[in-house]
């Protein structure tokens, strides 16, 4: 039985073998995109055959219950002339048929029983990286020293995806690389090291999810969640939140690139020495076009899915900047909204830091026909932190 | 319209008083086929509506990036369309089938409890008005999906507490249904009419109105926290304040598992009267169908967790739901094996209903397999919140639980109006309809698996293709449903005559053939003769 199993799902996998060498990634594209994807770990490879063990088994049924079916409907009809039977039941006949599907239960929970303590079994992981979902974006923070211990950033789509994804854009989605699933920091993993994956998230529900990793989970803020993976290719793995959570669940892709150890380590090394270098100055003051200009990439990469580009919002659920209160009234109040947050709006002080908050606040008492004329500078955020 | 009430020519006409004229009519009845038309038309309406709001969904997917509209009203789209078709396309229309046909089925003149049977009713309208309303809210409608999730269905701006009141009246309306059919089925049988004699289309009404009974007040429970979350300080799914969202998903599926069985089972009952009709042979198994339905009912209220292996739960929990879940296909199986039996060596012949009923085995057996495979909770982990499910649920509840009810008003329209249905057109409703419902949900298996999650609006280009496939089928889909709303308005106003037995051999199947086609306006003013009873199989 299980050798034909083996045998049917090394048949299903060359038929659509052509479909998988075309991405090399294993996912399917256009009419090819058909089957769960074979996967890079060892959770996924279980899922897999354990989903071809499944489906060949229902195919089996099937084939048994629609040719008994089409079998009657071929012979058993009054146009052919036969007098209906009179028998309206069978007592072996039902026995029998509540048995066997049983039967067949029980040889479908062994191996999922122990696919599934496979899945749960996080001990012994080499490193933790924690994920926590944003409306709509993920964080990164790597917690083991000497992999990563420090390296904490956001990951949201990227540019050229989310200008092609706007309604009524005119571009072509097939001209983007990766259209939906391409973001501008993808996180970075290293091959063949059991990494376990910590799951929470800052405002709703999302799920992480990486089709070729073989599971997902939800992200739930207030609690955490975790899995493992070990990836034994080097390459680039892409998912997406699959969790609704709010107007733009469908622009929060997952990108994952794994690398060999020697490369992760430089990375990790790079990672660590930027994240020096990159230290924002806060004491350099900036004229109002600096912040400004400025003020505006930070607000279409962080504000704009909510109160809209143009800054008028959504009546009832995303408040305008233009002519709000807050970004016309007293400059502390502001900062302290891109700050703290309240109820729907996120708190920004882990996504922003205080370059990027002045000059977002900046942008937005100047812009929007706000005119306020101020103009914040880094060094006056700390004192409201 | 007058469904009951123009030709009381036949020896029925001996009942002194008829129904009042006019619009009065519909807002004071307490007949139970008036209630019935009420109800059906009521179903039909918002399955228009509620498909409307699929087609948005469907175009917006047809291509690649963002065409129509914008993501937070495709949200609003999905969530309104499930609510919509669950509570006010599907629910009505068996509880308008159980209004007209349970008194009929079980020789009694009327329902049990006529007067609450009206405000079951008439609640729904304003339920819908309400629930459509929220639509033009500041926010808009809810957008969290169907199952209003935490802390998502929070963000909602004004439509929050309409949509929570909606499912309050819709609960209520359920819930007297549920006791109206019991009560009924309980006290009205006619003498010789014992509960195994009963039809299983009454047999599964009356377990689904346990059911009904048994949910919906959990249902608003959950609600209710939400908006006492929302509006008077309370945490229950607020982890800040010592809450947890995944409670309300324990609490939502309490109620949403047995809610699918509630869409599926009386179909069980449509489909196991009509099988055994055109196979001119008795339903195979009647008792094993009864325990069947019965297992299957009280399964669903410990299998909920399957809807959240995702979630974290500890992996006790999730081999126990794994376990559980699976254990449904056992009597399942012994159904769709049964309506098999009945048909070999019957002497078959393939009218609308018949061609309905065959579709609804094959089609929903799909959906069962695809169910099967989703209750092995580590495959699960790659299928749930994708195209998968969607194909699973649509198959479930489309050629399922919408076949049935095509089936049924093809089955007993001819009862009811009293004049045949243009069968032609009822076939090629029957071919557009089942062809196009493979063309649009078939292909999103195909896609779940490959990658795509559910509830997006736009999606990576390499799953374009199945997507414009799917959305040319929902939209031939959606139009020949038009063809069904002519079938049945011509069949009111006229055509060939019915008898009353209507088909060939149908008196031996239940007692509703032996009462005039279209029936008297009450039905069973003296019970059936003993004999009539103890001769049906």
């Known amino acids: 039985m299980k050798k034909t199993l083996q045998l049917l799902t090394s048949f299903w996998s060359v038929i659509w073998g052509v479909a998988y060498a075309e991405t090399g990634t294993g996912t399917g594209v256009g009419w090819g995109a058909l089957n769960l994807p074979a996967g890079v770990t060892p959770d996924s490879h279980d899922i897999h055959d354990l989903h071809m063990t499944i489906l060949w088994i229902c195919v089996a049924i099937g084939v048994l219950v629609y040719g008994i079916l089409i079998y009657s409907l071929i012979h058993h009809r009054k146009s052919k002339g036969v007098e209906p039977a009179k028998f309206h039941e069978n007592t072996v006949l039902e026995v029998v048929w509540t048995i066997i599907p049983f039967v067949i239960l029980i040889a479908m929970a062994v191996p999922a029983t122990k696919v599934m303590m496979k899945v749960y079994d996080t001990s012994e992981s080499e490193m933790s990286i924690k994920v926590t979902g944003y409306q709509w974006k993920w964080r990164y923070e790597y917690l083991t020293d000497g992999l990563g211990k420090g390296i904490d950033f956001f990951s949201s789509l990227d540019a050229k995806s989310n200008e092609a994804r706007q309604l009524g854009s005119k571009i072509d989605p097939s001209t983007v690389d990766h259209y939906l699933l391409n973001v501008d920091n993808p996180l970075v993993i290293p091959a063949n090291k059991k990494i376990r994956i910590l799951l929470t998230a800052a405002d709703v529900l999302h799920a992480w999810w990486v089709p070729e990793f073989g599971w997902k989970k939800d992200a739930i803020p207030g609690f955490v969640t975790d899995g493992w993976i070990k990836v034994e290719q080097p390459g680039i793995y892409r998912g997406q939140c699959a969790e609704l959570c709010g107007r733009d669940h469908g622009f929060m892709p997952i990108v994952v690139v794994v690398k060999s150890e020697a490369e992760y380590k430089q990375w990790v090394a790079e990672q660590l020495g930027k994240k020096e270098a990159n230290k924002p100055d806060i004491s350099k003051s900036l004229t109002l076009e600096e912040l400004n200009a400025k003020g505006k990439e930070v607000y279409a990469a962080n504000c704009a899915a909510c109160h809209m580009p143009n800054g008028e919002g959504m009546a009832g659920t995303f408040p305008a900047i233009k002519g709000s209160k807050v970004a016309t009234g007293p400059i502390a109040d502001h900062v302290k909204m891109v700050l703290h947050g309240k109820a729907a709006m996120p708190a920004f002080k882990d996504q922003l830091n205080d370059v990027e908050t002045a000059a977002v606040v900046t942008y937005q008492r100047n812009g929007f026909d706000n005119n306020k004329g101020d103009s914040i500078q880094p060094a006056d955020i700390q004192a409201y932190k | ?537």
């Open chain 2, 1 to 537: 319209m007058s469904v009951a009430t123009h030709d009381d020519a036949h020896a029925h006409d001996h009942h002194d008083h008829g129904p009042a004229k006019g619009f009065m009519r519909w807002v004071t009845t307490t007949n139970h086929k008036d209630i019935g038309t009420l109800y059906l038309i009521t179903g039909l309406i918002m399955f228009f509506v509620g498909g409307a709001m699929a087609l948005v969904i469907r175009a917006e997917l047809f291509e690649p990036g963002l065409q129509y509209v914008d993501p937070h009203f495709f949200n609003q789209m999905t969530t309104l369309h499930a609510l919509i078709m669950v509570f006010g396309a599907v629910m009505p229309a068996f509880a308008g089938l159980a209004n007209w046909m349970i008194p009929m089925m079980i020789g009694a003149p009327d329902m049990a409890l006529p007067r609450m049977n009206n405000w079951s009713f008439w609640l729904l309208p304003f339920s819908f008005v309400m629930l459509a309303s929220t639509l033009f809210m500041d926010g808009g409608a809810a957008a969290a999906g169907w199952t209003l999730y935490p802390p998502l269905v929070l963000q909602t701006g004004n439509a929050l507490p309409f949509t929570v009141f909606t499912v309050h009246m819709l609960g209520m309306s359920s819930i007297m249904a549920a006791i109206n059919i019991i009560v009924t089925v309980f006290n009205m049988r006619a003498p010789g009419m014992t509960m195994m004699k009963l039809p299983l289309f009454v047999w599964t009404w009356v377990i689904t109105a346990f059911l009904l009974i048994a949910v919906m007040p959990v249902f608003a429970g959950a609600v209710t926290m939400l908006l006492t979350d929302k509006f008077f300080g309370t945490s229950f799914f607020n982890a800040a304040g010592g809450g947890d969202p995944v409670l309300y998903q324990h609490l939502f599926w309490f109620f949403g598992h047995p809610e699918v069985y509630i869409l599926i089972l009386p179909s069980f009952g449509i489909i196991s009267s009509i099988i055994p009709t055109f196979s001119r042979k008795p339903l195979f198994g009647y008792a094993s169908m009864v325990y069947a339905t019965s297992a299957i009912g009280l399964l669903s209220f410990i299998v909920w967790a399957h809807h959240q292996y995702t979630v974290g739960m500890p992996l006790a929990g999730e081999l126990y739901f794994t376990y559980a879940t699976m254990l449904i296909a056992v009597p399942t199986g012994v159904k769709v094996f049964n309506w098999l039996a009945t048909m070999w060596k019957g002497a078959m012949t393939f009218e609308t209903p018949m061609l309905f009923a065959i579709a609804f085995v094959v089609l929903f057996t799909m959906g069962g397999f695809t169910g099967l495979m989703m209750s092995i909770s580590p495959a699960d982990l790659q299928y749930h919140d994708t195209y998968f499910i969607v194909a699973h649920f649509h198959y479930v509840l489309v050629p399922g639980a919408v076949f049935a009810l095509f089936a049924a008003t093809y089955y007993w329209l001819p009862k009811w109006t009293g004049h045949m249905y243009d069968e032609r057109l009822g076939q090629l409703h029957f071919w557009l309809t089942t062809i196009s419902v493979n063309i649009c949900f078939f292909p999103q298996h195909f896609v779940g698996l490959a990658g795509m999650p559910r509830r997006i609006p736009d999606y990576a280009v390499q799953f374009a293709e199945f997507n414009a496939m799917s959305s040319v089928g929902a939209f031939v889909f959606g139009f020949s449903q038009l063809i069904f709303a002519y079938v049945i308005y011509k069949a009111i106003q006229g055509g060939e005559k019915a008898t009353s037995e209507v088909w060939e051999g149908a008196e031996a199947h239940g007692l509703e053939w032996h009462l005039s086609s279209p029936p008297p306006y009450h039905s069973w003013t003296v019970a059936p003769e003993k004999e009539i009873i103890s001769d049906l199989h």
